[in-house]
C-alpha cells in the first residue's frame, strides 16, 4: 500500500512503514550507483530486488540496521508490494518541485510582452483572359 504527498511517497512492507523522501543527496547517491536516474527506474522496472533496496534505503535515509529490516521486509511482501511506489517516488525525482510543464509554460509567456498580431488579407481577383 502506498499513499502520496507531491514526492513524499509511503511504502508499507509487512508491518512498517517507509517514507521516501526526494531529497538532493538520495537523487545524487541514485544517479551515483546507477549511472543515471534513467537506469534505477528500468532496473526497478525490471523488479531486481537489489535496486528496489538500493532506491528505498535512500529515499528513507535508512542506516544499515534498517536496511536489513527492509531487505527481510521487501522478500516477505514480494518486490511488486514496492514497485509501484518506488517507481511514483523516482517519477518525483525527476520533477522535485512538483510543477508541471504546463504551469511554467504558462508562467513564461504571461511575463513576455503581447504580441501584435498581424492580419493578412488576401485578394481574390482574378486575372482576366
Known amino acids: 500500500m502506498a499513499r502520496s504527498d507531491y514526492g513524499h511517497t509511503e511504502l508499507e512492507l509487512g508491518e512498517n512503514i517507509y517514507t521516501l523522501e526526494p531529497t538532493l543527496k538520495a537523487l545524487q547517491r ?12 528500468k532496473e526497478v522496472r525490471d523488479l531486481n530486488l537489489d535496486a528496489l533496496v538500493f532506491v528505498i534505503r535512500e529515499g528513507a535515509n ?22 509501484g511506489p518506488v517507481q511514483d517516488y523516482l517519477m518525483a525525482l525527476l520533477n522535485p518541485s512538483g510543477k508541471e510543464e504546463s504551469e511554467e509554460e504558462g508562467k513564461r509567456k504571461s511575463r513576455r510582452s503581447p504580441s501584435k498580431s498581424r492580419s493578412m488579407t488576401s485578394s481574390n481577383t482574378e486575372p482576366d483572359g
Open 30 to 41: 541514485i544517479n551515483r550507483n546507477f549511472g543515471n536516474l534513467r537506469n534505477a527506474i
Open 62 to 83: 535508512l542506516n544499515n540496521r534498517e536496511t536489513e529490516d527492509l531487505q527481510e521486509d521487501l522478500f516477505a511482501s514480494g518486490p511488486m508490494a514496492a514497485y
